[in-house]
């Protein structure tokens, strides 16, 4: 298997490269049970958020062990917006997603309990990685729709060109 060397820090791994569509390799950025990576970016990460912010935002799943590393360190909560409708939402905000990265488009999720947590407070959305820009600017929307400001975009990598500004730590290439 192909990989891709990524260094955050003094931590380097090298992760798999994927073919979304034919002749076109991507390296695959997963946090999901690496510890270490999720604390080092989390650790990267934190210094770019600003000292007015009340709350974290992400979407599920992969950018989850990255913001709970970065709520953890800065002792502020985090809300997650999920990619389906749960049973136990009730009347929740919903979001549509343009993404070019997919390949369809998405929805994301709100419950109502988490539009209250976001009621007038200043938030960092975080993700894993920015291509398109899309998740970001639906991940904006939606939180601008609870009632929140949204004071900074922050993401791991960035692949490509976003449409949205946001502060990335490392670029990612098409390969």
Do not use: C
């Given at each position: 298997?192909?990989?891709?060397p990524i260094t955050i820090?003094?931590?380097?791994?090298?992760?798999?490269?994927?073919?979304?569509?034919?002749?076109?390799?991507?390296?695959?950025?997963?946090?999901?049970?690496?510890?270490?990576?999720?604390?080092?970016?989390?650790?990267?990460?934190?210094?770019?958020?600003?000292?007015?912010?009340?709350?974290?935002?992400?979407?599920?799943?992969?950018?989850?062990?990255?913001?709970?590393?970065?709520?953890?360190?800065?002792?502020?909560?985090?809300?997650?917006?999920?990619?389906?409708?749960?049973?136990?939402?009730?009347?929740?905000?919903?979001?549509?997603?343009?993404?070019?990265?997919?390949?369809?488009?998405?929805?994301?999720?709100?419950?109502?309990?988490?539009?209250?947590?976001?009621?007038?407070?200043?938030?960092?959305?975080?993700?894993?990685?920015?291509?398109?820009?899309?998740?970001?600017?639906?991940?904006?929307?939606?939180?601008?729709?609870?009632?929140?400001?949204?004071?900074?975009?922050?993401?791991?990598?960035?692949?490509?060109?976003?449409?949205?500004?946001?502060?990335?730590?490392?670029?990612?290439?098409?390969?």
């Amino acid at each position: 298997m192909d990989t891709y060397p990524i260094t955050i820090g003094n931590l380097t791994r090298r992760v798999p490269l994927h073919e979304p569509f034919p002749g076109v390799r991507l390296p695959l950025i997963d946090f999901l049970g690496d510890v270490g990576l999720a604390k080092a970016l989390a650790e990267a990460l934190v210094k770019h958020v600003p000292a007015e912010t009340d709350v974290l935002v992400t979407a599920e799943t992969s950018s989850i062990p990255l913001v709970h590393e970065m709520a953890a360190l800065l002792g502020k909560p985090y809300v997650v917006v999920r990619k389906r409708r749960r049973p136990y939402m009730h009347d929740p905000l919903i979001q549509e997603v343009e993404s070019l990265t997919l390949g369809a488009n998405e929805v994301l999720w709100l419950d109502r309990r988490y539009v209250e947590r976001l009621l007038n407070q200043k938030a960092t959305l975080v993700i894993d990685v920015v291509a398109s820009g899309g998740t970001m600017h639906a991940l904006e929307r939606l939180v601008h729709r609870a009632g929140a400001e949204v004071v900074a975009r922050l993401a791991a990598f960035r692949q490509g060109t976003p449409k949205v500004e946001v502060v990335a730590l490392e670029e990612l290439p098409v390969l």
